[in-house]
């Protein structure tokens, strides 16, 4: 078994099939050291949780992760929180850094004798419609190789070489790009709110969410086409300040600011998420904006799917598992990107890409204030947020 990419789906894919005795290795572009220190994700829904515990992957998640449940919503007509524990099932999120559930995933996975290929880039996925493809790969001074395979699991996200190598014709690719952008931003400082933030401004959108006690994500709306450098430091905390509404419910703790990005709004589906012996896992089989924070969970719960489908073939002798894997996955994707979708319409106005349109601006406000008012929309908001 080959697995493409050390993230989350394929650390999750590697520990659990190594755990069976499936004999695996992981093909990996990045370094250790960069794979163990890029940030990205923070909130672990509950059935990630769950899904890691079960697995006996959840060590680092238990000692150091952070139960959250509440979230406050900023808007020209004041603020309010949603305590998203006491709605819906009750659940909170677990906020734990996914750069830390990578360190763990790939700790676990080297001390159980696991295979990795650190610096080695994923070329192309050959003959993956008969019953042995191989993976064309170069290191890092461009030796080329190649490994074969009985499957291979593209867990190597939306660029990487399993996507790439699909036939054409072979997945139906849907896409939708919101036309909204956002500036992502680190900061070395503490969470300014004990929640997490959501501040709808005629300025745009900007978020905040806590990583740790010394870390904290913002968000900032901004223009398609921005440069993550356009703005000084003192300005980019001036305009959080100002769309955060800090004059009114207080100052927002500053520090460096050590990681900048803009991400574009985008969402894909690929359907299905097999080519014969090719299996897509997390952002390899679909993109989900990080409006409600999505992504990192799919992955875990694909990357179990698949696993314990993997281990029924080949170890049990059943393929019928992974006859359904992509229609298991499709159904929980396909719930996320609608949750993702409302979210996006709910945090913005007209995207840039539609025109200043009142119309969807009245619309937004008519869905937040539904938030504030109806019980029974908090509930569905609730369930949805920690959903997956
Ligand atoms: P990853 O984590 O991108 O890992 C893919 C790995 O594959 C390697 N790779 C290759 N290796 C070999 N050959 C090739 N050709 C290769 N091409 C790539 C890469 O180096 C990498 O190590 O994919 P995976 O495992 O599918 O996990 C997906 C998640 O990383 C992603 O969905 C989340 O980070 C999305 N996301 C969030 N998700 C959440 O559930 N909760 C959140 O709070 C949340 N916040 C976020 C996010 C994503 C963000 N960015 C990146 C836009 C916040 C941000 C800013």
Redesign the pocket.
Known sequence: MVI???????LVLGNLLLRDGVDCVV????GRD??QNRP??????PNTARILERNGLDGGLRRRGQEHGVCEFRTEDGRFRLDYRQLGRGEPHTVYP?HEL?TDLLAQFLDAGGRIRFD????AVSDADGPTPSVT?RDVDGRPARWRARYVAA???R???GRRSLPPGAVRHHHRDHGVSWL?LLAEAPPSIDAVGYAIHPGGFAGH?ARSAEIT?YYLQCRRGTRPDTWSEDRLWDELDLRMRAAEYGPLLRGPLVQR?V?DLESDVLEPLRHGSLFL????AAL?S?SA???????VLEAEILGQALIDALVHGDTEPLARYSERCLTHIWRAQEFSHWMIRLLHGASDAEGASLFRDRLRHSRIASLRTSRTQQDWFAENYVGI
């Open positions: 493409l990419g050390a993230g989350p789906a394929g093909l990996e572009r990045a960069h794979i990205r994700a923070g909130f672990l829904a996914q990578v080695t880039e994923a070329v790969v867990c190597d996200g660029h990487g070489a992502g969410m994500r990005a991400v896992v997390g952002d390899a989900i990080p924070a999505k992504g990192a969970n799919l992955a």
